[in-house]
């Protein structure tokens, strides 16, 4: 089958075309982003595979359907970015890659963790300048201190096994409860009991209506004062203005993240030479207890074989006519 990617870059290249070389399936590879001006260089490709920050929406799904292309292969696991209903009306099929990364995602996040709490970033720069000094960089044990997880599937179950080994209390929030958290001895309660109580609060949900800017001011208001916040799952599960507040009034004394809600105009290029004009952001970047990495939770190589293997295997489904669990289907 003839497969346009978009939003390529080296590293899709290399490990899409290893996963491709038994199948041989005709891939031609896009830089740019998929939107509705960029949509005509899919004509004539039956599928076209594309990324977390491509624009799937009705316009754009038109002129797709116009070419010919009638499978979407998301090489991720969210889907917000696709207009289902639209996508449902002109029979062109979604599937998408769940879970492809949940250690790396979750260990990142630990990774996060650990390093706003004992200032490994700010201590790294010191000690390169030769500068010694312990001031300022006081931390806390993570032993008995309570995680809140918001959102229990692979992700945030792996993170509350870490979290559980370094002898913390997990409080925990789903539509659905996994009984394998339980089994850690996480307690499922309401997000309000999350925002009080907990120490450290870790978001893994995915972005729907529901959950959209969910860490809002209302939220931030009910938190401990110096609390963490980390979120490796959407950027828009935060209200940015509002933790921004948050970090200034003290109410938030940590912040990690690896996503945010403007982040497509940023992540994934390289703009160290230019003057970034996002002004929320550049904000966020000057507060000395935030960090933030761009989106690369996901980054491991496991993580990059998966989503190939997965890819082609959807592929491979829907081209053959098979059932594939992981269609996405528009609900009604």
């Not at 509002?242 to 938030?252: D, H, P, R, T």
């Not at 507060?287 to 293997?309: C, K, M, S, W, Y």
Request: proline share 3%.
């Amino acid at each position: 089958m003839k497969v346009a990617v978009f939003s390529t870059k080296t590293y899709d290249r290399q490990f899409l075309e290893a996963a491709n070389s038994p199948i041989q399936h005709e891939l031609v590879f896009f830089e740019p982003l998929l939107n509705r001006d960029t949509a005509i260089l899919a004509a004539g490709f039956p599928c076209i595979c594309v990324f977390v920050h491509d624009q799937v929406d009705a316009a754009t799904l038109e002129i797709l359907a116009a070419g010919g292309t009638h499978l979407i292969a998301l090489r991720c696991a969210g889907f917000n970015n696709v207009d289902l209903a639209t996508a449902a009306k002109l029979g062109i099929t979604v599937v998408r890659v769940p879970a492809y990364s949940p250690y790396g995602v979750a260990e990142h996040a630990v990774g996060l963790i650990l390093s706003l709490n004992r200032k490994i970033h700010r201590a790294y720069n010191r000690v390169r300048e030769g500068n010694f000094s312990l001031n300022g960089l006081l931390g806390f044990n993570l032993n008995e201190r309570t995680v809140g997880i918001i959102g229990t599937g692979k992700i945030g179950l792996i993170l509350g096994q870490i979290m559980k080994g370094f002898g913390c209390h997990l409080l925990a929030y789903d539509v659905y409860h996994n009984p394998e958290l339980e089994e850690l001895g996480g307690k499922y309660v309401e997000l309000s009991e999350i925002f009080a109580n907990s120490d450290i609060i870790s978001l893994h949900c995915p972005l729907m209506p529901e959950t959209h800017h969910l860490i809002n001011s209302e939220a931030i208001a009910q938190m401990k004062p110096g609390m963490m916040i980390i979120n490796t799952s959407r950027g828009a599960l935060i209200d940015t203005q509002a933790v921004i507040e948050g970090l200034k009034s003290g109410q938030i004394g940590y912040l990690g993240v690896d996503v945010y809600e403007q982040e497509s105009e940023l992540f994934f290029e390289d703009l160290s030479g230019e003057i970034i004009q996002d002004d929320v952001f550049q904000h966020l970047t000057t507060f000395p207890n935030v960090l933030i990495t761009g989106h690369q939770a996901f980054f491991t190589a496991e993580a990059l074989r998966n989503i190939a293997d997965t890819t082609f295997a959807n592929i491979a489904d829907v081209e053959q006519g098979r059932s594939c669990a992981n269609e996405i289907r528009h609900q009604q």
